[in-house]
Each structure stands twice: as C-alpha cells, then as structure tokens.
C-alpha cells in the first residue's frame, strides 16, 4: 500500500536581516516536517514571491552538519574538536564562567554579543533582559543600520517613507544603493509591475553592472562612495532647468535659497569627475525624476557602507525634496519603515532594568574590545565572558585579525548558542544547538513594508535543540538574574507588548498572522510636515542632534558638510593601495546564512571571487580564475579574479560573505575592512577599502576547482 503523506500549509514570516520579511507559506508534511516554502500570495507587500534560498530553506533545516546536542571543547581553540554533553552541563558551565569573571572583574566583565541572525523580537532581544538584569555590559549596535538611518533621518525627522507598494503605481522608480535582485526581490515585483503597467521608468545607481543593474532603462554606475556627488549635480540641474518645486521647497524643506546657491557650482562637469558618471547621464537622470513627479526613490543600505555613508543618504534623499515628489501617490522617498510600529519591548527587553551608568561597547570593534584597546573598553575591566547568540563575528565583524585573536584568547571564555558549526562557534568552549524560526514562537516587523507579522511555531526541533528563549531564561536562573520576562513563554511576551503598544492582543493578530499598519497618506507623505518641530525637511540637519539612536558624536562629525554634497571622508585610493574595493551582497547568501548549503555554495560559482575591470587586468596580467592577492593596512586575502567589464577601472567587487575555510590561511574578505567608526554615530564602511591586488598565478596547491551549477532562471 503507498502511504500518502498529509501537507498542510500553514503561514508563517521569514526570519532573516532582510527588509523584505516576507509573508510565508510553509509545507508542513504529517506535521513533523517542512517542505516547499512560498511567498505568501495573501500579503501585500510579499505578493507571492519570495527568494530562491528561502523557497529551498529544507536544505538549512535537514542539513546534515546541523547542530543537535550541546559541546564543549576539548582541544585547542578553532581546532573544532568538541565532546558531546549534556544541556545541564553545559548550562552550568556557562553559568559558572558568567558568575567566576564578574566576582574576579565585576558584572561588564561579561558580555551578551548578538544581532540580526533572527529578526523576531523574543528571540533576538531578549538576551538584552539577562544584559540589563545582571548588569553585563551593554552593546551598541553599529554593524548594519547605523549611517544609513542617521542619514535618512537627518533629512525627515523620523524613519518612514512612502508606502513602498505605490512603487507599482510610480511614473519612475529609482532604485539607489541596493541590488534588490539580490537582496529584496520584493522591490523588483513592483517596480517592475509600474513599468508594465504604467510605463514607468526605472533607474538604478550601484557601484557594479548587478542583476539590478540589468533591469534599468537608466543604469548609472557611480564609483564608490560618490553618491553625493552624483545627488547634487541631479539637484544642479533640478535648480537650473527650472524643475525645482519652488512652491513647496518654500513651504515644507528648510533653506532652499542657501541650497540653490550651494549647489550652484555643484555641476554635472563636476560630479562626473568624481563620479565617472557621464554628464549626460546625470541631466538625463535629472530631467526624468524632475518631469514625473511621481518619483519613488527606493533607498539602500550599500551606498551608507562608506565613511561618508551617512551624508551620501541623506544627500539622494534631498531629491525629491527638491522635485516635491512627496506630494503624490507613487512620489517621495523610502528607505525603512522601521520607525511607524512604535511596539513597547520593555518587557522582553528588560528595559526597566537597565543601568545607563552600565558601559556600552560597541559591536562592530569586537575586535579591539576582546584585545584590550582600552578606548574600545571605554577604560573599563576586560571582557572575561562572552554569550554570542544570531551572529557570526569572527566572519562578519570588521578587523578580522583584531577578532581572531581577541578569540583566541585563553582567558576568555565562550558559549555560542548556534544552529550550524560556524566560524565563531568553533572558538567557543560551550556551544550550545539552537533552533530555526519553524521550530519556535515569534513575531516580527519589516524594514521593507508596513505588516506586524507572527511566525508559530510549526514543527518540533531536531535533536536537542533549544530556542534563545529557553537559553537565556535557564541562564537567567543559575546566575541569579530576576526579571517577570524569564518566567513567561513567547506568546505570553508577544501578548503583553502587543497590548502595551495598543497593537490589540496575540489572538487577534494569530487570526490572520499579519496586520497592516501602514500610516495615512499624508503622514505618510509628511504632508501634515516632517518629524522635526517647524514641519520642515532639513536640507541643513544638525547632524549631532538628528533624533535617531546613538551612543554620542564619533568620528570625524566635526567635519560633515553643512548641506548635501560630495565629503571626500573615504578610504580614498593611493599609490600604495591603488583599488577600491566594496564587498557587496551575493544573491544566494544573506551576510553569513546560507553559505553553509551546498546549493548556494554551488550557486556562487564554489568559491570566492573577485571583479577587477579588464584593463585592469591586462596591465597586471591577470586572468580569469587564477589567484590575486588582496591587501592593505588591516591584512591580506586570497582568492579568484574574475575579469568582468561591469565595474570602473579601480574598483573591485567581491560579493560575500563566503566562509573563511574557503580562503587559503582562513583569511576572510572582512580581514580588509576597518572598523573605524562612520561619522555622526557610528557605524562600519564595509564598502569602503583602499587595497592593492597581486596576481599569484593560476594554481595554488590545496584549494579545488569550482563547483559547477545550473544558472537561475532571468528575473521575469
């Protein structure tokens, strides 16, 4: 007799860093397992399409190098010699670790690490109840967001924009800074409906000729971190064409006389020196955005992962200020919607515990802090004690060498709460098995739309794996840490922040597993004004006041400009180190995740490479796939060259992040990345590196050949 297995298909959310954070639909085979995951067709913003590494995710939940039983080790550090142990052990070895530095060191001794593995908010910030409970040292997130909300900020007051479906009803959508290709296939489902339907125009600006790129009617390719020069000379001819809105820069945006006469020598000759963006191209990209005024500008991250990152944002979203764009549907700026949920996390957080007199170190100099740089310690206590739970640092972090050894440590002890054997979990003393986002209760909120969005738990875990929640309320209790939060379940938690929010209740959202909260379209539009007092969009910001997270002024903000325009802040090209270099998303990778699964692996070509401009490549007689070496100040990294004429001359793209095993001597493309901080706030220039390329030669001993796969089908 042939069994027929029962398929359910249950909702769910994607819990990844993405802005997308797609409505799903999950196969849930005789409720034990998952099949094929799709795009949720119910939800607006999600319609259906959902990228193709989360519609394989069985290959990350059934992977054979999963992560089932807690470890500890039992050889030298990154030797990944682990015994198996039992959850009680391990837990009480962890504990001990925690309670033996803070009696030796005091509490900031030890150090909660974590970030954006898991977008859902019980699962991802909940460690920082057990931070703020025992009084561990605090963290300030500056690896993802940082220069692109400030910049953002800086202009609108507050973080929304225009509601990011009405890209399907734009005359032109402009498509700056990110390859959502790659990284958002959502952008490209209604972008691509508004040229279908309305004919409208699509424009995108990127560093590399990407899948994006390709998509365009109008392709700028910019240097790297000239953005802002690009923006003002757009605004130039805006100003002198006469297709400024004069109307409404008088009444809703602050200073536009001063504006029009800064930018008066801010020509496209100008920019297209600084830019190799041609003067026609820039009066052609202006006279399109300046005759449709529905003009949606869709506003990345990859052009803020520059030392002048958060001046170039701010800069591109003065267009259509200028335009007056804001003024109909499918006109304006979007960049995140993260500032329109206002939900109440004070419980899972442990907000009201917290001690403002408690350090805060700053993630993305992980490195320095865990070798000692008192000024990265804030002249406090070593780091005795380390929790890592949804990150990867020792692949991800900036200063890769700095990471490496302030892991290595022997003085420092290590639990990593992980879901596969990663670059950081094999430096760990106790790693403990985690589970995925099917095998838990969460909820979750979208940089990319508008939509609340739970994802139930709809399968059991494998092995003995256990959530963040479990771990970080079992800790709680051997270290002695109080709190109401450790004592409830996830759904208890989703409950009250949802109630303290006015977000209505956990059942009423479990009806239909999302909920819309899109603001009006005049607030939407900031037609009512901009978040500041006046009302007014700020073509000059105070940049240390914009209203956005931070933990005080850092790097050189005494010097930002005074209104939009170029800031030659970047790690500009020398003699010495002659390429720039930008380590951009690769399509089938999400920063660290996913680059455990072979077909992903397979999918990027087996291995890492890296774009250099043929002309390039001829003067140093490079060839296709043999190996170069990369270097600057901070370390050096091998891999493949691949000649590709979809960059300038003096840029380098290596799309990432590839295992540091797939690197000779485990050197990560991260070990060239600095982690000096972006001015106002902080933050990291990952695109942003002045290197030097050698070629090595064709064969280096040990490393195979590519493995080889079908390409994907083109974007429809």
Known sequence: MNFVPRVETRLSTC????????????????????????????????????????????????????????????????SGQFRQISWAEALDRTAEA?????????????????????MGYVMRDGINRLRHAKNYSGQYSTICTTPAWTGYIAGTGKLAGSDPREMARADCVVIWGTNPVHTQVNVMTHALRARKERGAKIVVIDVYDNPTMKQADLALLVRPGTDGALACAVMHVLFRENLADRDYLARYTDRPADLERHLSSRTPEWAASITGVSVGEIESFARIVGT?????????????????GAVNMHAALSI???????????GGAFHSNSGVYKLNKMLIEGQ??????????????????????????????????????????????????????????????????????????????????????????????????????????????????RSNHEVIGELARRVGAAHPGFDMSPRELIDQMLAASGRGTFAELAQDNWLDVQPSFEEAHYLNGFGYADGKF??????????????????????????????????????????????????????????E?????????????????PDDAERLRVEAGDWVRLVNDRGAV?????????????????????????????????????????????????????????????????????VTAAPEPALA
């Not at 259509?320 to 499918?330: L, R, S, Y």
């Open 15 to 78: 819990p990844h860093d993405c802005p997308s954070t797609c409505g799903l639909e999950v196969e849930v085979i005789d409720g034990r397992s998952v099949g094929r995951i799709r795009g949720a067709s119910d939800h607006s913003y999600t319609a259906g399409v959902v990228c193709a590494k989360v519609a394989r995710y069985s290959e990350r939940l059934y992977h054979p190098d999963r992560l089932m039983h807690p470890l500890l080790r039992v050889g030298p550090k990154a």
């Open 98 to 118: 925690f309670l033996d530095a803070e009696r030796r060191l005091g509490s900031e001794s030890v150090w909660p690490y974590h970030y954006a593995g898991t």
């Open 292 to 308: 449709r005024k529905a003009s949606f500008f869709r506003l990345g991250y990859g052009f803020s992962r520059s030392r002048n």
């Open 320 to 330: 259509p200020a200028v335009t007056g764009a804001w003024q109909v549907e499918g």
């Open 352 to 465: 009201d515990a917290r001690d403002p007199a408690i350090r805060q170190l700053q993630q993305v100099q992980i490195g320095r802090v865990l070798t000692g740089d008192p000024e990265a310690l804030r002249n406090g206590p070593p780091v005795a004690a380390l929790l890592v739970q949804n990150t990867n640092p020792v692949s991800v972090a900036p200063e890769q060498e700095l990471v490496k050894q302030g892991f290595a440590r022997e003085d420092l002890f290590v639990c990593v709460h992980e879901q596969v054997m990663t670059e950081t979990a094999k430096m760990a003393d106790v790693v403990l098995p985690a589970t995925m986002f099917v095998e838990h209760d969460d909820i979750y909120t979208a940089g990319g739309h508008q939509h609340i969005q739970l994802g139930l738990k709809l399968v059991d875990p494998p092995g003995e794996c």
């Open 538 to 595: 700020r073509f000059s910001p105070d940049w240390t006041k914009v209203p956005n997270a931070n933990d005080g002024p850092m790097g050189p903000w005494q010097d930002l400009p005074e209104f939009p325009d170029h800031w030659a802040s970047i790690e500009a090209a020398t003699a010495r180190h002659p390429f720039r270099l930008a380590t951009s998303p690769a399509r089938n990778f999400l920063n660290s995740s996913f680059n």
């Open 597 to 613: 699964t072979p077909t992903s692996r397979a999918k990027e070509a087996g291995r890492p490479e890296v774009m250099i401009h």
């Open 638 to 706: 091998l891999l493949r060259a691949r000649i590709f004429p979809g960059v300038r001359p003096g840029v380098l793209i290596a799309e990432s992040i590839w295992p540091n095993e797939f690197f000779p001597g485990g050197r990560g493309i991260n070990t060239l990345t600095s982690a000096d901080p972006v001015a106002p706030y902080g933050g990291v220039g990952f695109h942003d590196n002045r290197v030097a390329l050698e070629r090595i030669g064709p064969v280096l001993e040990g490393f195979d050949d590519a």
